[in-house]
């Protein structure tokens, strides 16, 4: 007995597997989901999101979104997911250095601007600590 | 029959359209690439997102949320996703027949200068118009789908809808109307949407009664619906992009072809022409010498 993840973000289809258990970063905490579990609906936070397979842990960075499940099925509908091993690490710092800055230069920049930026300060910083923490 | 200049003439004014459809058939074949990309490449995250709130919506019990209640039609709201630029063949044309076949009051919010152009033209209540660039950013749509959704909260309008030339392939762009508020017949829409791209939907369990919301099924819904509603408005938007790219493709492909052909039509009346002014010359040189002598 298997859970099918998948994780879709707007530009591509990120992951599709079937896979033990998986780990999802929620608004009030992580979740884990072995098979059989409720049928659940919920929002996501910036986080890592830990799957398991045969023993074989892997984990990726994983921006606002939600996911659902449905029987042995976990949907997770993120705006950004990139998988620990794809993490550059110098990119990703200049990313967060950039944003960053444009976040204090510009105080009075449109609302939605400053949402993305700091949705991107943040998916950036969770990118790092997912990264950096199996070191 | 008419003079070798004459034909000259026109054989270098065909020669010149031939150039300039070749070259926007190029320009259009790599956008085209492009807009096709970004659309597939958005299409299963926007139908993953209608069905989860397809599933929301069936177990929210109290559906006491403004967008998923029903109410009377009177007029309905209908954003028309059209090109800015003409030349692309039948899309927008093919689309206008859509809307004029629609006989029940409605008012319109446009993306595209062909569509406003139309709405105007035919004295249809335009509530909005926005420019269609090549660039479709999140942003932008964003400005419309929330538009259209103050409409209806503002009861200006019924419904929200939205008609766009659906992309199947590059020579097939269906235009479609899809109703995106209420959300009641979401299920619906997706059906008819897996209907039309021919591909299987994931086969759906059994509706449990139960489902756990977290936090709690309000939150959950009101952060989901707008973000459903701008995305599958960008989305609708990217493909029709893709549409426009692929559609002037082809109808650029066609008059190039066309252009070869009557060049080639041309230049064969042209020789006949040059080939009979030789022959008269001859005749009449001949006659000359016969009278001389």
């Not at chain 2, 756990?212 to 099924?217: T, Y």
Request: hydrophobic share 45%; charged share 25%.
């Amino acid at each position: 007995m298997a859970l099918t993840l998948e994780i879709v973000t707007p530009e591509a289809r990120v992951y599709s597997d079937t896979v033990d258990t998986v780990v999802i970063p929620t608004l009030d905490g992580e979740v884990g989901i072995l098979p059989g579990h409720i049928a659940l609906l919920t929002q996501i936070e910036h986080g890592e999101l830990r799957v398991t397979k045969n023993g074989v842990t892997q984990w990726l960075a994983i921006s606002g979104g939600f996911a659902e499940v449905e029987g042995d099925r976990v949907h997770v509908l993120a705006e950004n997911a990139i998988n620990e091993e794809k993490i550059d690490e110098h990119a990703v710092e200049a990313a967060l250095k950039r944003a960053e800055e444009q976040l204090a230069a510009a105080r009075d920049i449109d609302p939605q601007q400053y949402e993305h930026l700091q949705s991107l300060v943040r998916y950036s910083g969770v990118q790092l600590a997912v990264k950096r923490r199996r070191r | 029959m008419p003079s070798t200049r004459d034909i000259r003439r026109r054989i270098k004014s065909v020669k010149n359209t031939r150039q300039i459809t070749k070259a926007m058939e190029l320009v259009a074949a790599s956008k085209m690439k492009k807009a096709q990309q970004a659309a597939l490449a958005g299409r299963p995250y926007a139908e993953l997102m209608a069905r989860m709130l397809a599933a929301l919506a069936d177990r929210v019990e109290e559906s006491q949320h403004e967008f998923l209640v029903k109410r009377e039609v009177k007029t309905r709201g209908i954003i028309l996703i059209t090109s800015d630029k003409g030349l692309c063949g039948p899309l927008n044309s093919n689309l206008f027949k859509l809307v004029t076949e629609i006989k029940t009051p409605a008012k319109y919010a446009v993306i595209g200068r062909k569509g406003t152009q139309f709405i105007a033209r035919t004295h249809r209540a335009l509530l909005a118009d926005f420019p269609a660039n090549d660039r479709t950013t999140f942003a932008d749509i964003k400005v419309v789908a929330e538009f259209m959704v103050q409409q209806y909260h503002k009861g200006v309008v019924d419904t929200v809808e939205i008609i766009w030339p659906r992309f199947r392939n590059t020579l097939v762009q269906v235009p479609t109307v899809m109703s995106l508020l209420p959300l009641t017949d979401v299920k619906a829409a997706i059906a008819e949407l897996h209907a039309a791209t021919g591909t299987v939907p994931v086969k759906e369990t059994p509706a449990e009664s139960q489902m756990l919301f977290e936090p709690d099924a309000k939150v959950v819904l009101e952060s989901l619906l707008p973000l459903y509603l701008n995305r599958q408005v960008y989305h609708q938007a990217l493909e029709a992009k893709a549409s426009e790219h692929s559609s002037r493709m082809v109808a650029m492909k066609t008059a190039k072809d066309n252009a070869t052909k009557l060049l080639g039509d041309l230049t064969l009346e042209y020789n006949k022409a040059r080939q009979a002014g030789i022959t008269q010359e001859i005749l009449e040189i001949a006659a000359a010498q016969f009278s001389a002598a």
